[in-house]
Each structure stands twice: as C-alpha cells, then as structure tokens.
C-alpha cells in the first residue's frame, strides 16, 4: 500500500499525530491537507516533545512534508513554528508549502474573536485564530492565496477591498477601531519574503510522487464529529476532516486512495461546546482526563471526556471508508474496575442505527451501555499484544467488533515505541 490517509475518527485530538510520525518513519512524503493552526499534534520521540500546529508531523523524521491547498496559513505562526522547530533541531528545509493555500490576515483573527463574544453562550468555542472568517472568505472568493503573496499590486487590491469591508463591520457593528490596510499589507509582504522558498505546487508534486510509486501519508486534523457536513453542526470546525477532504485538499483524485487509517482513543474525548452524549462529569471524567493528560495542545483547554462512543465510531467508517483502526491510549483505562462502552442510541424510546443530524435529537439520545472487566496491570511497557492482559485484549476485540473495522495498531503510550502492529499498513 503506496497511499495512506490518516483521520480522526472522534472530535480530534485521538493521537493522529504520533501515529502519523510512526508512518512518517516508512513515507516517502507526508501532506496535510486541512484545517490550519487550530488543530495541535504532540509528537513524542524519546525525551523530546514536538507541539506541531501546521507543519505536518513527517518533519520530525526528514519526511519531505507538504501543506496542501485545503489548509489556511496564518503566516504570523507558521514562521513561529518553523524556528521553534528548527531551534530544536530539526530541518525545515524538508517543508513544502501550497501556493494555492488560503492566507490567515489579522482581520479575520479578529472578526473570529469579536463574534465569538457577541454569541455569548451560543458561541461555537473555536480557537479564534480566524480560521472560520478565513475559510468563508476563501468560499466567497474574497480570499487571498499564498500564490496572491507575490503579486505586490494584486495582494494590495484584495487587502484594499477586503478591509474596506472588514473596517465596515467593525465600526458599524462592533463599535470597536478600523485596522490600517496598509499596515497589513506591508506585514504581508514580508512574510512572503519568508515563506516563498517554500512554495510550490504541491497538487503536481505529490501526484509526481505517486506515479514514482512512492510512499505517501496523508495527515487529516481535527475528527469526523467536526466535519463541516456531517459533524455535530454548527459545533464543527470548517472543513473537512473525513478522507473526502484529500482529494479536493492536495488535487489528489480519490481513486489513487489505497488506505484509509481512522485513529480511535480508547475512551471519547472532545474540546469546546457541542454535544457529546456519552460525555462523564464526574469523578471517572476526571480520572480520565487526569490519566489521559487531556488538554489542548493548542488551546491549553482541558478535554471534556466520556466513554467509548461505538456509535460515532462507526458514523466515522461509513464517512471515510476506514479499511484500518488505530486504537490509541488504552493505558490510560488501566485501573478502572468496570469500563462502560456505549453500543448504540435509544431515541424516543427505540434503537436507532444512525448518527442523528438534529441537534435537539442528538441531546434526547440516550446511550445504552455494555460493562466489561477493567485490568490493573501496567501495560505502557509492553510491545507487543500477547503481553497485553486478558481483560484489555478483550476490551479491544469488543471494540473491532462493535466498529466493524480490524483494529491493525494498538497503542498503550506517547512514545513512538509505545505501538503494537497487529497488522502492517505501509
């Protein structure tokens, strides 16, 4: 298998980017193709912890890496974690970076934090770094693209006209001060002089490199339940995080997709506001929160946690065509005498075998529980799955089959080490 996508198959923050460094090690380049620096990846090697936002995780082993179209930069800091990266050690020269990206301006930065204030208690929690303004400028055809950046008169035509609309909004609607589009202009050109010896046209690059019959990973952020389409909308991010979005976010076409790896924590976790019906808040919330050290690597905020969610997981499998499941953090449920996994809903009074699009659905559904036997025994060491004690083998072989899908890694810590291939991808 030359061609492997790599999602989220929760509401993130499932481990994607450990597993992503794993097959980085075997890639022969590695391409993330949505979202933008609203999204964090801890890539643990050894001593080292990697916090990576935009650069996809194959830096960390030399694996040629690519942004892909779909992506929006904001470039403030993507060239703060390109030296934080190289300060510690690492080459960027191995980062390739998509003239066809959507550009992040401080104006959408702010219109991000302004309406989540006038929302109040309906705001969406996002990470107000403008990823949503970004995303809607660039359907509105108002966006700028990385390409735009080399173009002095063309990028001060669109900065021109977007903040003459932006500068609107804040007087009139927020009341608070215009920005100067000169100012950001300027800005803008300078981080052009520092990004350009990365850009390319990732789109032809990486379909050069599949006819060459190379290796290729394709590095999904965020989960499916965030998906723009079929996430728990509006609590979503904006865009695709299903195996969908590969295609339209590197140019890649869908046929030349082999595998496709859904990456599954072994409990539920979720960030911001939304539902999240197996959710716990109480002492087992916090233990596993606690256990599973469960906070934002971008954000900082801590996860809300719950049980496993089987019926979201196997919404994931119908969304993304998953051919494989890696099921990630199962120490984190040493020690819990009793582990609860949901299998399905009940909705007014009947089982339903669907993930409902209703929100007031979503909040009536009733999770129905099976119980299996927890262990106690230390399993961050082991390396292999006979090591594994009798009651997690059969928590996992529950799990495969309430998903459907064959569980091909297990991992039981944050080292890259700390993975068991029960059954070889790439």
């Known amino acids: 298998m030359n061609t492997l996508v790599i999602v989220g198959t929760q509401w993130g923050d499932e481990g994607k980017g450990k597993i992503t460094d794993f097959y980085s090690e075997r890639a022969d380049a590695v391409v993330r193709y949505q979202g933008g620096n609203n999204a964090g990846h801890t890539v643990i090697v050894g001593n080292n912890v990697y916090k990576l936002h935009m650069v996809p995780s194959g830096i960390i082993c030399s694996t040629p890496s690519y942004i892909g179209n779909g992506m929006v930069v904001d470039p403030v800091a993507l060239i703060e974690e390109m030296n934080r990266l ?15 990206a959507h550009i992040v301006t401080p104006y959408h930065k702010l219109l991000d934090e302004l309406n989540e204030e006038r929302l109040c208690e309906n705001k969406i929690g996002t990470t107000k770094k403008g990823i949503g303004p970004a995303y809607a400028d660039k359907v509105n055809r108002s966006g700028i693209r990385v390409c735009d950046l080399f173009d002095k008169d063309l990028l001060w035509d669109k900065i021109s006209l977007n903040v003459e609309y932006v500068n609107l909004l804040l007087t009139k609607i927020y009341n608070v001060a215009a920005l100067d589009a000169k100012d950001i202009y300027s800005r803008l050109l300078q981080y052009a002089d520092l990004i350009k010896p990365y850009v390319c046209d990732v789109s032809t690059e990486i379909n050069g490199l599949i006819k060459e019959n190379k290796k290729i990973v394709f590095e999904g952020a965020q989960g499916a339940m965030l998906d723009i389409d079929f996430g728990t909308y509006p609590y979503v991010t904006s865009s695709h995080p299903t195996s969908g979005g590969v295609s339209i976010g590197t140019g890649v076409c869908p046929k030349l997709i082999e595998s496709i790896l859904g990456i599954t924590k072994a409990y539920t976790t979720r960030v911001g506001e939304g539902p999240f019906p197996t959710e716990l808040n109480d002492e087992m919330g916090e233990f596993l929160r606690k256990q599973g050290h469960e906070y934002g690597t971008t954000t900082g905020r801590p996860r809300r946690c719950g ?13 993304s ?10 120490d984190t449920l040493t020690g819990i005498k009793k582990i609860k996994v949901c299998t399905h809903y009940e909705l007014n009074g009947k089982k339903i075998d669907y993930f409902p699009a209703s929100l007031s659905d979503l909040e009536k559904c009733i ?17 292999s799955y006979e090591q594994l004690p009798k009651n997690a083998k059969a928590y996992v072989a529950r799990l495969q089959e309430l998903i459907g899908v064959k569980i091909s890694i297990v991992s039981v810590g944050p080292d890259r080490n700390n993975t068991i291939i029960l059954d070889p991808i790439m």
Request: charged share 25%; with cysteine; net charge negative.
């Open 367 to 383: 999770p129905c529980y099976e119980e299996l036997e927890g262990w106690d025994e230390d399993i961050s060491a082991f390396n």
């Open 86 to 100: 190289s300060d510690a050690g690492l080459d960027i020269s191995y980062l390739h970076i998509s003239d066809r």
């Open 321 to 330: 065509g998953l051919t494989h499941i890696a099921l990630t953090k199962l």
């Open 307 to 319: 049980w496993f969610d089987a019926a979201v997981v196997r919404y994931s499998v119908q969304l």
